[in-house]
Each structure stands twice: as C-alpha cells, then as structure tokens.
T-cell receptor, first 112, second 111 residues
C-alpha cells in the first residue's frame, strides 16, 4: 500500500506566474484535501475533492483552483502568484471523507 | 468561530514526561487530533480522540480531553531525542470535514 506522494518536492516561481502542484492519493482513497502551511504556522485548509467534485473550500481566493481525476489523483493550481503564496503545500487523502487522513510530505513553493 | 491555540515552545530533558496543551473554541468538534511534523516532512498522525471520550492511552502517549474547558493535552512519557518535532493539535466537525490546526508546539528534548 503506497502512501500519498506529492510532486515536485521543491519549486521556485516568480511573482505573477502560475503553478501546478500534484498529488497521488493513497491506494483506495477517493478524497483529497489540500492545505497551505506558511512558515511557522499550522496548515490552513484550501479545499477538498471527493469523487472528482469540490466538497468544501477554505478562505482562499479563486486564483487557487483544483482538480481531481478519475484515478483520484489531484492538482492544485495557483494563478498570479504572490510573495505570500510561499509556503509548504500539503495534500491529504482518505476513503469517503472519513477521519483516517494520510498526509503527503508536501511541496515547498517559493515565490520570488 | 474556529480557533485552536497552543503554546509555541516546550523544552524537556530526555527521560522526562512532556505535556503539550491545546485549547479550542468550537464545542461542536467531533474529533480532536495530535499530529507530529519533523523538519522538512509532512504530518504524521499520532493519535486522535472522539469528543465523547475523556482519555485515551496509546503506548507512551496519553491524551486528556476536558470538554467543559475545551482543553486537550498530549502527554509523552519517557521523552526521547527522537520526539523533538512540532506537534499540532487539530479539530474537525462532523463527518468528512476539514481539519482546523493550531499553530504548533515546538518540542525540544535536551540530552
């Protein structure tokens, strides 16, 4: 049973650019949630996908968008990057939105 | 509103017990969690407690929940240097809801 894998592990982008982060959910999991963790803070909920549909969203602007694919892998897209978007982006998966979430190791995004 | 608070730092000697505290504001929380994050890594689930319980023990870990005061604690017995990490308290509401995390407590274990 593989865990949650995220790619890339590190990324540097310029302000105003767009970025796509990827997440492969744990085998058998159909729910994916994305979190943003700024330096020195706890993770903040961005949104959740369940069976390819968005199933809840945190307090993030529309330039943060996502997708979930039929194999339940997921993408997080961020447009018009700002310096404050620099953070660790965490993906977590579970089966049927239940409490057994498994977190990936994250993608460290730096915006310069 | 949703808010989880934790003290930011804790330092203990190897072999002592560590107690990490957390307060939350939403009484409708159903599950409360403790996660561990080591440098450069994601989050590792340590343990969780359902809101109708007041204590849960799992090897070296003991979780205490005081629902009246909305206070959660994690006790680590016989703390080792490998326990040095950031510990996050988190809550969820209902089934399938998102986590609300605290700011994390950085535990340093001194030899």
């Amino acid at each position: 049973e593989t865990g949650v894998t995220q790619s890339p592990t590190h990324l540097i982008k310029t302000r105003g650019q767009q970025v796509t982060l990827r997440c492969s959910s744990q085998s058998g999991h159909n729910t994916v949630s994305w979190y943003q963790q700024a330096l020195g803070q706890g993770p903040q909920f961005i949104f959740q996908y369940y069976r390819e549909e968005e199933n809840g969203r945190g307090n993030f602007p529309p330039r943060f968008s996502g997708l979930q694919f039929p194999n339940y892998s997921s993408e997080l897209n961020v447009n018009a990057l700002e310096l404050d978007d620099s953070a660790l982006y965490l993906c977590a998966s579970s089966l049927d939105k239940a409490y057994g979430y498994t977190f990936g190791s994250g993608t460290r995004l730096t915006v310069v | 509103g949703e808010d989880v608070e934790q003290s930011l730092f804790l330092s203990v000697r190897e072999g002592d017990s560590s107690v990490i505290n957390c307060t939350y504001t939403d009484s409708s929380s159903t599950y409360l969690y403790w996660y561990k994050q080591e440098p450069g890594a994601g989050l590792q689930l340590l343990t969780y407690i359902f809101s109708n319980m007041d204590m849960k023990q799992d090897q070296r870990l003991t979780v205490l929940l005081n629902k009246k005061d909305k206070h959660l604690s994690l006790r680590i017995a016989d703390t080792q240097t490998g326990d040095s990490a950031i510990y996050f308290c988190a809550e969820t509401y209902g089934y399938g809801q998102n986590f609300v995390f605290g700011p994390g407590t950085r535990l340093s274990v001194l030899p």
